[in-house]
Every structure is written in C-alpha cells, then in structure tokens.
C-alpha cells in the first residue's frame, strides 16, 4: 500500500514535469490503443481514429503517431508495452479493452511519466489518467427514456433490448427506466440481444408471438434496430409500432432523413469520441492549453430534422 | 475392416432404448415445457420461427456430423459463415449492373456461395488430410482468418446487399411452398439426404471406418485421405448452402456474423448422439440437437421466468442434461 503510495508520487512529480511542455521544435510521439474492429461501433472508431491521426499529422509535422488495435486485453497490454519500450511515445491515448486488466499497465506507463488519456472505459483505479474523454451512458438511457414518456402514455406498451450485460448496459437501461417512471408506460418484457443483429432478430420474434400488443421498442442500439425492424416487418406489424435504436448508425441516419414513420428519434453515442480524445491529447502536447480532466460528450437526440448533421457516409458505421 | 463399425452397429440395435431416446425425450420435455408456459409456443407463427431459424445451424450440423463421424473437428464453419455471406453480397452487389436485379443474379450469388464453401472446406480439408496437420489447428486457423477477412472485406463496419437486390432475394426466408418456409424445406432436404448418405452410401460406413480406426480403415482398402478431405467439403458446401438462406433474412454481414456457430452446431452433433471420438453418427439426431438448442433460447424468451442473466446457465443445463440421459444408455454396456 505505501509502495503504491510513493509510486504515486513519483508519477505524479514526473507527469508535472514531462507533461504538455510548448515547444515547438520538439517533436512527440503519440501512441493510440484501440481495440480492432470487431464489430459496428468499433468500426466507427477506428475508422475515426484513422481519420483524426491523419488531419493532425499533416497540421502538426512535429507530431508523430503509433497506431495499434487489439482483439483482446492481453494483445492491447502488450501493444502498450512495446510502444513505450520501442517507440518511447509521449502521451498515450487508450480505449480500454477491459477495465480491471488494463488498470497496471497503464498504471506502469503512467509511472514513467508519459500523459494517459483514457477513452470511454474508465480503468478501475482513479486518478491514473490525465484526461477522461467518454461517451454519457446515463445520458444515452435517459434521452431516449424521455421520448418515450413525453410520446407515450398511461398504458402503452414497450418492450426492451439489452446489449451485452455489462455495466454500461445496465447504465444505460437503469437511466432508461428513471426516465420512464410515473408515465406509466407498461414494460412488458427486457431481453439482451447483445448489441448482435441476429440476437435481436430472434428475440424481437419472440416478443411478437408472445404479445399481441406492442406500441414501441427500445432497440437501444443501431445494429440490434436493424434486426427489431425485420421481425417486425415479417410478422406484418409495422404499422403498430416505432422503434428508437441508438449510436447514430448511418444506415438507420439515412432512413430517417427520409423520414421512416417507424424511427422517430436516435441517440448519439459518437464513435467519434476517440477523435476527441486524440485531438486534445495533441492539443496538450503541441501548446499550453490545458486539457487535463474529464471531458464527457453528452448524448443528444437525433430528430429527422437534424438527421443530416449526424450523417457520416463515409464512416462504416 | 468395417468389422468395427458392425460390431458398434450390433450394439447399438440390442441396447436402443434410453440411448437414442434421450435427446428425443430431452426435446419432447421442451416442447410440453414451452406450449405448458405460453399459448402461443405451438402456433404456427412461433413454430415457423423457431424452426427457420434453426436452418442455418441445422444445416452446418449435418455437415459437421460427417467431419466429427469421421473423427475430426471444424471451428471454422461460423467463420466460413461470415466470410461466404460477405463474398456473396460483394459479388451480387457487383454483379447488378451487368446482371440486373433479378433471377440471373440470385442464381449468380447462389453459386458464388456455394464456391466459395466448396473452396473454403477444400483448402482445410486438403492442410488436414494431405498436410498432415491436426484438424484442431487447421480450423482453428482459419476461423480466425476468416473472421478477421471478413472484418477487412466490411472495413470494419457492415456489407449490406443492394436495397432493390435485397427486397427481390428476401422471398428466400420469409416465403415458402404450402404455408412452410423456404429455409425449413431446405433443412429438411439436407437432413434427409444426409441421413441417406451416412446410412445407405459406402460414403457414410467409409466415415464411420475412418472415425472407428484409421489404420484399420485403410488396410480395408478405404481411401482416407479421400473420404477425410470430402467431409469437410461436404460441410464446406453445406455452409455455403446455410449462407444462401441466411442472407436474404437481413440482407448484411459483419464481424459479428456467425459468432459462436461453430460450438452450437458442435453441440447439437454430440447431443444428438453423435460420438465426439468419431466412428458413429447419426444425422437425424443432430436435427433433435439444433432442434433443442433453438427451442431453450425461443422458451426463454417466451417465458422470462429467470433472469435474462442466467440464460447461459440454463442452456448449458440442459445441453448437459441430454447428453447425460443419453450416457446412461451407454454406461450398461
């Protein structure tokens, strides 16, 4: 414990005293751990990553960027590590792929004076990082639980998909239902579709044959929307009922710019936080504007009127 | 020698009781279970459902019988999966310009499927049985190439078909011949051609052989490379054929497409009675076993009497709880 303490310290005293420093002749290496594109939102943020590395790479010529993806917790600690050992990086911008087997590594990187920047996952230790950039979970629950409630009333019946439990998903659903409360909405039934097309598309089959009326769905993701519309386009019911997904897939963006009865609202959850992250990080390193602390990017609702500004075509998300 | 797999077969006849019948048991339970919690379980929606969503499984598992009878293994089939149905939306949405949307381009997408199976079991089938390399690590391999090729394929992000290629291939799922969806006449031919083959071909007995001992299978003068490398293009094929019908449902696939399918087909193999060791397999009591599977996952949904959090848990009881009713047939020999 008191180890810790002084290393504490010490990482404190080092990170004061090789932090941002303005100098423009000196040149930086950034290192940026993500995990690989797995699936739809990952996609996004690493097509994001790629994308806010090169903007700055031409604006910034002093700065230079180390980019790596990991499929699992164990590549990503060893990315870290052989960025710091071989590329002597100075500030590092990580998207934890999980939280508990991060936390040391980083810790360790921390504790050789290099600025961490922490994106989206929190380590489980406080006070590691310099600058927490994050997407709001409680935000994305109750922004689409406020739909509801102010669209729906005493009665209506809506059922629910869950994502991977996880604690952002039960961030996001307990949000959902503070939201909700005394509208009396009636929740007939939650089940996880793990944020998987396929997943949701077999439980919203479920949800149609077991009740007979169904006045809205939270998909609570873009990718499980698109499987809760097929069912329910098969099971003839489109007329009955709309849909909120969320994350702003383009996809989904596109159908309501069109303006699709069956998709009222979305919201955002940006892959694009990791651009925030990575510009601020850069910020820090190249001038002597202060950027350390936590910077949540709230999640904001997605109306077919202003559909066209979260629209990203070129994005794979 | 197919003396191993008479001796096998002999057995099985004069013990059949509890053996063969603890998957179907297991499965009648559920169905009482489920019509028991829901009225609505055995309608014709619900039932359509459940059963056209076991076609893609079901028809990889028959495929899997082969390879697993003959004593191999293939992780890379959810994979396969992914890959082939991003191959085929790729090519369809190529082809719409020379082809137009039509017959001509379903066709077109429905043979790069099934080629791009046919090639993908041939190259793990010609590593594991011409290489010499363990089935285990083949197909361990290319699970992972396929998955990460298809991630490349969709830059990360989704390979969605051609909105008007889409609504003109989607009759592949949601229709069907007198009221019976496409997928399940599928299965069922599958199922019954396969069932066919492992019974009354020398295709079927030469598998067994193989799967029973190797050595003993090519001193009776079977081909085992030849029969050992067919199996994994049948089931090569066979995901291609999984492929054509899952495609049209949602018209994309990603990353995540397939995930975990190469276990549940496995599963529903060796539920069905199916020897892990290879050297006996039964077709039709892998259908019992992808039958099974599908109907714990539609009973917990219709049901939600636990907490969506343990439906892991009680899959994996009841999964084990087949394979126990059927053992203790077993263990009076």
Redesign the interface.
Known sequence: MKRRDIFKGAALGLALAAGPVAAQDESYTIGVAIP?????F???L??HARAAIERLEATYPQLEFVLATAGDAAKMVNDIEDMVATRDIDALVVLPFESEPLTSPVQAVKEQGVWVTVVDRGLSVEGIEDLYVAGDNTGFGRVAGEYFAETLGEGDNIVVL?GI?TTLDNERVDAFNAAIEGSGINVL????GNW???DA???M??????YDDIDAVWAADD?MA??VL?AID??GRSGDMWVVGGAGMK?IIQRMMDGDPMLPVNVTYPPAQIATAIELTALGLVSATPVAGRFIIGSQRITPENAEQYYFPD??? | MTDTTATTGHRKGRRISLHVLGPVLALIALVILGASLNSNFLSYGNVTNVLARSAFIGIIAVGMTFVITAGGIDLSVGSMAAFVAGVMIMAMNAMIPTLGVGVSLVMAGMAVALVTGFSAGLINGFLISKVGIEAFIVTLGSMGIYRSLTTWLADGGTLSLNFDARSFYRPVYYDGLFGIAWPIIVFALVAILGELAMRKTPFGRHCAALGANEQVAKYSAVKVDRVRMATYVLLGMLVGVATIMYVPRLGSASGSTGVLWELEAIAAVIIGGTVLKGGFGRVWGTVVGVLILSLIDNILNLASIVSPYLNGAIQGVIVILAVVLQREGKSAD
């Not at chain 1, 690989?36 to 739809?40: I, K, L, M, R, V």
């Not at chain 1, 039934?189 to 996880?192: C, E, I, L, S, V």
């Not at chain 1, 089959?205 to 077991?210: A, G, R, V, Y």
């Open positions: 690989s594109a797995t699936h739809g990952m996609g996004g690493n097509y869950r439990p039934d939650m089940q996880h998987n097309r396929d598309f077999n439980v089959q479920d949800f149609l044959s077991k990718d698109v499987g097929e098969q099971a996809e994005s794979p998300f």
